[in-house]
Every structure is written in C-alpha cells, then in structure tokens.
C-alpha cells in the first residue's frame, strides 16, 4: 500500500488520559500535515513538517497537543490530559514540495468519554 | 468572519438535476483553489483543481472569480454516487502548502 497510513483507526479514551497517534506519509512525500475535523465542519489545520522540522502550528494546536516526525518519515500526534471536546476525527496528509499530490490517510477517530 | 465559506445545505436534488455550489473566501493572497470531495465518514479526496479560466471535468465544472473571491461547482446530471460532502479549499502557497477548508456542503441525490 503506498497511500497514507494513519493508526490506530478508532481509538476510545477516558477523559484526562493522554493518546497518540501515528502517521506514515507516502514515502516520497517530504511535507507531512495533521489536520483535526469535528462534525459537520471541514478539516482544520494543525501543524506541518517540512522533512524533521516542524514549521508551522496553528493556535488550535495547544499545549496538551505535540507533534513530532523525528527521521522526516513518520510523525506521531500526542494528545495529554484529553478533554471531551479532544473528540474529533484527526487527518495526516502528505504531499511532496508544491501544492499537487495532496494526498489524506483515513484518519484517527478519536472518543473521548 | 471564516477564511473560506460555504452554503453547509444540505441539498437534496432528484437525479438528472444539476446543482451548484458556491463559496467565498476571505484572503485575496490566495493562490490556489480546489473542490474537494468527502465520502460520509471518509477522508477528503480531490474532485478537482479551480482555475481562473474556469475548467471542466465530465458532469463537473469549477470556475474562479479572484475580483470577487468567489468560487463554484457545478454538477450536472447529478447520479445517486454524487452524494458527499463538497469542500472548498484554498492555499496561500507561500504558507508552505496548508490548505484551508470551507465547512463542506453535503449533496444528497434522491433516485
């Protein structure tokens, strides 16, 4: 499979536990991306890598929230102390340098109750 | 005020309607445009990029008005496998490639 490998799928955790998540871009890809998306809106962004280094993160993007993609493959999404409104559908994306072949993995659904 | 806004609907057509969809944004240094696509419970799937010229795809047309900052989607002959949720997204290029959403605007073609 050479898409976007998001893992886990669905992921359920109690309020104040810390999840994370993991992405594997398309291997050529060197630009990684993480987007979150509630119900009923379209994906927002959260941060993006550049190969290792991390460029940008959007004021969503609080201080529970970190991000890493340590060798610029893959990058994991870690999330402390949850919060109910954590709840969301988390995208990873990858695309090469430039604007084309913007590709999205399936996402991590995350719950938490 | 959003960065880029739509019409959320939903819109319910019969099929062999042909639906349009707009959306404004809000940045006049956007640069590039795109109508995505998302399946329930899916991720976001390119449908196709907007250019100023204006551009077709089959049953799809995307046009792009910048003085306006404005963008549409049409579908013609809508078919029962057009129900989704249409994004318009838009890219600031010299933001290293984020692209920003729209809410998304669901279609649900009834037979």
């Known amino acids: 499979d050479t898409g976007v490998s998001q893992n886990p799928r669905h992921k359920i955790t109690k309020r104040g536990q810390n999840v994370t998540f993991r992405c594997d871009p398309i291997s050529e890809h060197n630009r990684l991306y993480w987007y979150r998306q509630t119900l009923g809106q379209g994906p927002e962004f959260l941060t993006y890598f550049q190969n290792e280094a991390q460029l940008e993160k959007s004021r969503l993007l609080s201080d529970r929230f970190s991000a890493e993609r340590p060798k610029g493959s893959f990058s994991t999404l870690e999330i402390q102390r949850t919060e109910q409104g954590d709840s969301a559908m988390y995208l990873c994306a990858s695309s090469p340098t430039g604007n084309y072949g913007y590709t999205f993995g399936s996402g991590t659904r995350l719950t938490v109750v | 005020r959003k960065e880029v806004e739509q019409d959320p609907g939903p819109f319910n057509v019969p099929e062999g309607a042909t639906v349009a969809f707009n959306c404004t944004y809000s940045?006049?240094?956007?640069?590039?445009f795109f109508w995505y696509r998302q399946d329930c419970r899916k991720e976001p799937k390119l449908l196709m990029s907007v250019y100023s010229s204006g551009n077709e795809d089959g049953r799809f047309t995307a046009q792009l008005n910048r003085a306006s900052q404005y963008i549409s989607l049409l579908i013609r002959d809508s078919k029962l496998s057009d129900s989704a949720t249409y994004l318009c997204?838009?890219?600031?290029?010299?933001?290293?490639?984020?692209?920003?959403f729209g809410q998304g605007t669901e279609l649900s073609v009834k037979p």
């Open positions: 997204v838009v890219n600031m290029n010299n933001q290293g490639g984020k692209l920003i």
């Open positions: 940045n006049s240094a956007s640069q590039s």
